[in-house]
């Protein structure tokens, strides 16, 4: 068995004793030091963001990766989707209930969340034998949750919504998304915004854990809180801000909006919690990101190819209001089909849908003025269609 880059570049490969203590880990028939041995060796390779291929076959070679489980908080080897099978008697052989849940279960599309329920973002420590076949779906929905509450609270904030007259700074527009979280309990009574950093920094992530540590409000469910701030980038899974060098590990996965990864500046959420059953270790566990236009202005952004064409149209809306029209820029950023839409509206009720996309995500709005940048020869000519159909019966 060799640790591979996912590059499929071979890094090195296991010992004859590491092999045989990874099989025993598979098998689950370790005990003792050899437990913690495991578990160190595993974790050194998914923090490197590294994968396993299997020797069993001559012809192919299995992939396995290591996740995180958000029910039991242990380490667990997967095989990967559609990597090829194992040699009969392997004993890393594909687990039928994986394939059997990845079939069954497919990750839902973000939906917007109703206030004042529980968000349950991360499941209660359980013991193995309770731990269940579910327990792999079960995550996955709660992975996909905290995208979900992500957006919803950028919807539900109006960061989504840029206008000249709306404009506020930054400090105003996190102030907004924490008003929002005073309206999402992560549990029964539990308000996310009790537990919740709007900066990612270690004095931030001391304080939250100091908080939690002594929080009684969570009885005997799992703790945990939420870090919200603006990060340069999510590499690997390590998160990088301008306050850190080195950056942020993070212990589970990164969704991201659309499907894509993009670059930043990104809004990140992370889900804050103890990885075992009675550590005082707290880690970031998931991370959920949306790309934003600045560090300065939170307005999301669906794919890079966009971040020059809409920083040309938010200075053309500036324009605009300094002659007396007043234009409205609105992303819908959950629950819609067209993701890569954007819908500018003036104070004279002239609408216009436009694309800055090359390649269209999905239908076209069935609206009468929808444009595409790429249809235009430059960034000044689409620049001057705007204008003039905002300008036109000023």
């Known amino acids: 068995m060799r640790i591979i880059e996912k590059s499929a570049t071979l890094v090195r490969s296991l010992t004859a004793a590491e092999e045989e203590l990874l099989a025993g880990f598979a098998a689950g028939s370790l005990s003792g030091p050899a437990v913690l041995q495991a578990n160190q060796m595993?974790?050194?390779?998914?923090?490197?963001?590294?994968?396993?291929?299997?020797?069993?076959?001559?012809?192919a070679a299995p992939v396995l990766n290591i996740a995180l489980n958000g029910d039991t908080g242990r380490l667990v080897l997967r095989n990967n989707p559609d990597t090829p099978e194992?040699?009969?008697?392997?004993?890393?052989?594909?687990?039928?209930?994986?394939?059997?849940?990845?079939?069954?279960?497919?990750?839902?599309?973000?939906?917007?969340?109703?206030?004042?329920?529980?968000?349950?973002?991360?499941?209660?420590?359980?013991?193995?034998?309770?731990?269940?076949?579910?327990?792999?779906?079960?995550?996955?929905?709660?992975?996909?949750?905290?995208?979900?509450?992500?957006l919803t609270w950028i919807e539900i904030s109006g960061l989504n919504v840029y206008a000249t007259h709306l404009k506020?700074?930054?400090?105003?527009?996190?102030?907004?998304l924490r008003s929002v979280a005073s309206r999402y309990p992560l549990l029964e009574r539990v308000p996310a915004s009790n537990y919740l950093e709007t900066r990612l920094d270690?004095?931030?992530?001391?304080m939250l854990?100091?908080?939690?540590?002594?929080?009684?409000?969570?009885?005997?469910?799992?703790?945990?809180?939420?870090?919200?701030?603006?990060?340069?980038?999510v590499k690997g899974r390590k998160l990088f801000n301008a306050r850190s060098e080195d950056g942020?590990?993070?212990?589970?996965?990164?969704?991201?909006?659309?499907?894509?990864?993009?670059?930043?500046?990104?809004?990140a959420l992370a889900l804050y919690s103890p990885a075992t059953a009675g550590s005082h270790f707290y880690e970031l566990i998931h991370?959920?990101?949306?790309?934003?236009?600045?560090?300065?202005?939170?307005?999301?952004?669906?794919?890079?190819?966009e971040r020059e064409p809409l920083k040309a149209l938010v200075s053309l809306i500036d324009w605009?209001?300094?002659?007396?029209?007043?234009?409205?820029?609105?992303?819908?950023?959950?629950?819609?089909?067209?993701?890569?839409?954007?819908?500018?509206?003036?104070?004279?009720?002239?609408?216009?849908?436009?694309?800055?996309?090359?390649?269209?995500?999905?239908?076209?709005p069935e609206t009468e003025h929808f444009k595409r940048y790429a249809d235009f020869k430059s960034l000044e000519t689409f620049r001057k269609y705007v204008a003039g159909f905002f300008m036109r019966e000023r």
């Open 168 to 176: 506020k700074d930054l400090t105003a527009q996190f102030a907004e």
């Open 320 to 364: 605009m209001a300094s002659k007396g029209v007043k234009v409205l820029m609105r992303r819908p950023v959950i629950g819609g089909q067209v993701m890569d839409e954007l819908v500018l509206t003036s104070d004279q009720d002239r609408v216009l849908s436009v694309s800055l996309l090359e390649q269209p995500v999905g239908p076209e």
């Open 248 to 267: 942020f590990d993070f212990q589970g996965h990164h969704l991201y909006w659309g499907g894509s990864r993009t670059s930043g500046p990104l809004l």
């Open 42 to 59: 595993l974790m050194k390779v998914r923090s490197a963001n590294q994968w396993l291929a299997c020797d069993c076959r001559k012809d």
């Open 209 to 233: 854990k100091s908080r939690l540590r002594e929080a009684t409000l969570f009885g005997n469910h799992r703790r945990h809180g939420l870090l919200l701030d603006c990060v340069e980038q």
């Open 86 to 150: 194992h040699a009969p008697g392997c004993p890393f052989t594909k687990d039928e209930r994986e394939a059997e849940e990845r079939r069954n279960d497919p990750s839902p599309p973000p939906a917007w969340l109703a206030p004042d329920t529980p968000l349950r973002l991360i499941g209660d420590f359980r013991k193995e034998a309770e731990a269940g076949s579910g327990g792999a779906a079960g995550e996955r929905r709660e992975q996909q949750h905290l995208l979900s509450l992500l």
């Open 287 to 305: 991370v959920a990101s949306v790309p934003v236009l600045s560090r300065a202005q939170l307005f999301p952004v669906y794919r890079d190819e």
């Open 202 to 206: 270690m004095k931030h992530m001391m």
